[in-house]
């Protein structure tokens, strides 16, 4: 069964397509052709990435043993300021693309989330951000700068909405590739 997936991965620059064919994935950037026999591949790793104009793009990284690697994420590129998300696409592609890995390579890691490094150093600097932010708000309280103290709760509260899902949803762990982490796929539109 012949599967395929296609984005934009830049509001500059043409498509990339790819083709899942049974044990291979052809991967079709417009100036080159690459064949990738999934045997060879090493990890995967699914990760959600905030985008940009309040887009959350969802993304599978894939590590070869040779060291290449080559990405899709859930968010086509129309233009400079036009982006559409692919949900239905990318979930079923996602998935059938996971399921040919893991029978061409039962030893692939298919892992959830940020590197353990990547994520901690993402978590520390946040909870230092925001214990300095609680400070500074604290302060202005305490000097009677109520302005201050609540536009310091504004840039907070903002900050939690955007960061706390990617802390929450890129925590590391390894996943079972015929149930990918639901949390890691776009939902439906």
Same mark, same amino acid.
């Given at each position: 069964?012949?599967?395929?997936?296609?984005?934009?991965?830049?509001?500059?620059?043409?498509?990339?397509?790819?083709?899942? +064919?049974?044990?291979?994935?052809?991967?079709? @950037?417009?100036?080159?052709?690459?064949?990738?026999?999934?045997?060879?591949?090493?990890?995967?790793?699914?990760?959600?990435?905030?985008?940009?104009?309040?887009? +959350?793009?969802?993304?599978?990284?894939?590590?070869? +043993?040779?060291? +290449?690697?080559?990405?899709?994420?859930?968010?086509?590129?129309?233009?400079?300021?036009?982006?559409?998300?692919?949900? $239905?696409?990318?979930?079923?592609?996602?998935?059938?693309?996971?399921?040919?890995?893991?029978?061409?390579?039962?030893?692939?890691?298919?892992?959830?989330?940020? @590197?353990?490094?990547?994520?901690?150093?993402?978590?520390?600097?946040?909870?230092?951000?925001?214990?300095?932010?609680?400070?500074?708000?604290?302060?202005?309280?305490?000097?009677?700068?109520?302005?201050?103290?609540?536009?310091?709760?504004?840039?907070?509260?903002?900050?939690?909405?955007?960061?706390?899902?990617?802390?929450?949803?890129?925590?590391?762990?390894?996943?079972?590739? $015929?149930?990918?982490?639901?949390?890691?796929?776009?939902?439906?539109?």
């Amino acid at each position: 069964m012949t599967q395929t997936y296609e984005h934009s991965p830049r509001p500059v620059g043409g498509p990339i397509s790819f083709t899942l +064919k049974g044990s291979r994935l052809v991967v079709d @950037s417009g100036r080159k052709v690459r064949e990738v026999q999934l045997g060879a591949v090493e990890t995967v790793r699914m990760t959600y990435e905030p985008g940009r104009f309040a887009q +959350k793009v969802y993304r599978t990284r894939i590590r070869m +043993k040779d060291g +290449k690697t080559f990405t899709f994420s859930s968010l086509t590129w129309r233009s400079l300021v036009e982006a559409k998300a692919q949900p $239905e696409e990318y979930r079923a592609f996602a998935h059938a693309l996971f399921a040919a890995i893991a029978r061409a390579n039962p030893n692939a890691r298919f892992l959830a989330g940020k @590197s353990q490094l990547v994520w901690l150093a993402t978590a520390a600097l946040t909870a230092i951000s925001f214990l300095a932010m609680a400070y500074l708000i604290w302060r202005a309280l305490q000097m009677n700068a109520t302005g201050i103290a609540l536009l310091g709760g504004l840039f907070a509260l903002v900050g939690i909405w955007q960061i706390e899902p990617m802390i929450r949803l890129n925590r590391p762990r390894p996943f079972n590739p $015929e149930a990918p982490p639901d949390e890691l796929l776009p939902r439906a539109a």
